[in-house]
């Protein structure tokens, strides 16, 4: 099947256009690029959680914990934010990141996820850091391969291997 001019259902002799070789090319571009993004961004965090986890620990300070709410498109997404600090070898820092492979990447409603991480940690409260020894900077409090880096992997890789097909197919 080619991108070309085809009936519309219903619409009678209405046709939807060809499209032009260099806007296939454009089509085909952008979804190699999306499946080329995701699935880096995807293997990033999945190679960031598994190297998480022989991390060393140091007892840190939760400084605030608030659930962020973003509302796009008339929906709701949470994530939580723990704001902790934590001393290495003398040096102080301060951080962020609750994990790698945040859900939230993904866009999908994880209130009561939110919710539960901030409950966990209210400020004041003493918590476990793991640091990445050669870059104490980088910092989690739940070290580990989250579901999300798996989720962002498979959708990069169905976008090329639909690029693909698209390509064998000669519909590009």
Do not use: C
């Not at 901030?118 to 391969?145: N, R, W």
Request: a positive charge.
């Amino acid at each position: 099947m080619k991108f070309g001019p085809k009936s519309v259902a219903g619409q009678g002799s209405r046709k939807i256009p060809e499209l032009k070789p260099w806007q296939r090319l454009f089509v085909a571009m952008l979804i190699i690029a999306v499946g080329v993004w995701a699935t880096f961004t995807g293997a990033t965090e999945w190679v960031r959680g598994v190297r998480s986890e022989p991390w060393p620990i140091v007892q840190g300070t939760v400084l605030s914990s608030y659930v962020e709410i973003k509302t796009r498109k008339g929906q709701r997404f949470y994530r939580p934010q723990v704001v902790y600090r934590y001393v290495v070898r003398g040096v102080a820092y301060t951080s962020s990141n609750y994990s790698f492979g945040n859900p939230t990447i993904l866009e999908i409603d994880f209130r009561l996820h939110a919710q539960a991480v901030v409950k966990g940690h209210p400020p004041g409260q003493p918590t476990a850091v793991h640091y990445d020894p050669e870059y104490p900077e980088v910092s989690v409090l739940k070290p580990g391969v989250h579901s999300s880096s798996f989720g962002m992997v498979g959708v990069g890789v169905s976008g090329l291997v639909i690029a693909f097909v698209l390509w064998l197919l000669r519909e590009f």
